[in-house]
T-cell receptor
Framework: EAGVAQSPRYKIIEKRQSVAFWCNPISGHATLYWYQQILGQGPKLLIQ????????DSQLPKDRFSAERLKGVDSTLKIQPAKLEDSAVYLCASSLWGTVQETQYFGPGTRLLVL | DQQVKQNSPSLSVQEGRISILNCDYTNSMFDYFLWYKKYPAEGPTFLISISSIKDKNEDGRFTVFLNKSAKHLSLHIVPSQPGDSAVYFC????????FGTGTSLTVIP
């Protein structure tokens, strides 16, 4: 079974530029999560999708971050414009149904550096 | 506001000995707890979990203990192996996942 795929693996941009990350979850998984992991901290949930609908985006900085999962499969996370403090690893995860007791399967992450 | 805390950023243990990783949480509404393991350049992988109705869950070399009154959980690895060297995150769920800051475990051969 293929795991969660993410691209790119690394990205370096200057502040005020825009950037987009892509995630393809495990086939058949209805729930998709985007996390931000700043160096020295644990992953912080940014947004959770159930199929193509948003379940929770309470911690997503909506003035600059956006995410979509139009067909209920793969997803993109965009930052526009980027700030220095957005430097982090962006992790995508998926689970079958999205219940809290389900295992989430994580992708390798995209490491973003904003200069 | 860090609702899940891992106060030890790093831990070194000799191979064959016990590794004990600790985690504290503040929200008494959390009802499910998990441990994830993370190798460099990889995403976290699920290790073991425990429901709030239990105080212990065991899976091979890994045991998680939950003390609800103290809002504390711990992960025991016995015996520790060099391949266990990784960053370990505890996580707690209520209506959302909250991760701790991680503990880097080094198992010395």
């Amino acid at each position: 079974e293929a795991g969660v795929a993410q691209s790119p693996r690394y990205k370096i941009i200057e502040k005020r530029q825009s950037v987009a990350f892509w995630c393809n979850p495990i086939s058949g998984h209805a729930t998709l999560y985007w996390y931000q992991q700043i160096l020295g901290q644990g992953p912080k949930l940014l947004i959770q999708f159930q199929n193509n609908g948003v379940v929770d985006d309470s911690q997503l900085p909506k003035d600059r971050f956006s995410a979509e999962r139009l067909k209920g499969v793969d997803s993109t996370l965009k930052i526009q414009p980027a700030k220095l403090e957005d430097s982090a690893v962006y992790l995508c995860a998926s689970s079958l149904w999205g219940t809290v007791q389900e295992t989430q399967y994580f992708g390798p992450g995209t490491r973003l550096l904003v200069l | 506001d860090q609702q899940v805390k891992q106060n030890s950023p790093s831990l070194s243990v000799q191979e064959g000995r016990i590794s004990i990783l600790n985690c504290d949480y503040t929200n008494s509404m959390f009802d499910y707890f998990l441990w994830y393991k993370k190798y460099p350049a990889e995403g976290p992988t699920f290790l073991i979990s425990i429901s709030s109705i239990k105080d212990k869950n065991e899976d091979g070399r890994f045991t998680v203990f939950l003390n609800k009154s103290a809002k504390h959980l711990s992960l025991h690895i016995v015996p520790s192996q060099p391949g266990d060297s990784a960053v370990y995150f505890c996580a707690a769920t209520g209506n959302q996942f909250y991760f701790g800051t991680g503990t880097s475990l080094t198992v010395i051969p």
